[in-house]
Nanobody, 114 residues
Framework: EVHLVESGGDTVQPGGSLTLSCVAS????????MGWIRQAPGKGPEWISE??????SYADSVKGRFTISRDNARNTFYLQMTDLKPEDTARYFCATDVGGQLVRGQGTQVIVSS
């Protein structure tokens, strides 16, 4: 069974940076495509980034500010976030498709506020 655990969320000021981590267990991460999704209070989920064997991709809202990466030796995926804005405030989830079903972790909270 694939299990994902996110960490690294925090409260930061606008313009600040954070790096989120997602540890995958029950699977070899080199075989995984992984995405990051976020959900702000009162809003629906927003796909923001994913990494596949073909490379990374990003939503326009985070392009140039966020970087997705992976460390296969640690079965861990990262989302490096820079120049954070108040509109980046949300709960962030990593997610992957396993046999046609979306598996995601419990999320980690990011608050961007002065």
């Amino acid at each position: 069974e694939v299990h994902l655990v996110e960490s690294g969320g925090d409260t930061v000021q606008p313009g600040g940076s954070l790096t989120l981590s997602c540890v995958a267990s029950g699977v070899t991460s080199s075989n995984l495509d992984m995405g990051w999704i976020r959900q702000a209070p009162g809003k629906g989920p927003e796909w923001i980034s994913e990494i596949k064997s073909s490379g990374p991709s990003y939503a326009d809202s985070v392009k140039g500010r966020f970087t997705i990466s992976r460390d296969n030796a640690r079965n861990t995926f990262y989302l490096q976030m820079t120049d954070l804005k108040p509109e980046d405030t949300a709960r962030y989830f990593c997610a992957t498709d396993v046999g046609g079903q979306l598996v995601r972790g419990q999320g980690t909270q990011v608050i961007v506020s002065s």
